[in-house]
């Protein structure tokens, strides 16, 4: 596929076959759903490879901070926090750690 062998980073909204996704929530600290969802598996038959999940709000609030793993720092300036429910993909991007990272933008956190 166009994608063959990207690592990306995949926000925590989605689900990654075998992988932990808890919406950033103590309820599903351990969900680990048994397949893709529609978005992953359309990136992963495109060779797209997973690598990490990124950090979001509990259910999709306007910070990048949960119960779970904590803040997401800005990786620039570690004194700030990165904002959105996708800050935790734009932290990957920003760092350099992936190329491509999910996101979705529900109240302007992709602009």
Known sequence: GHLYG???AVKD???VGGVLTTYGSPIYAENV???????IAHLEKNGAIPIAKSNVPEWA?????????GTTL???NLKLSVGG???GSAAALASGMVWLATGNDLGGSLR
């Open 6 to 8: 990207l690592p990306i």
């Open 13 to 15: 909204y989605n689900d």
């Open 33 to 39: 759903p048994d397949k893709s969802d529609t978005t």
């Open 61 to 69: 609030g306007g910070h990048t901070f949960n119960p779970i793993f």
């Open 74 to 76: 800005n990786p620039w």
């Open 85 to 87: 429910s996708s800050g």
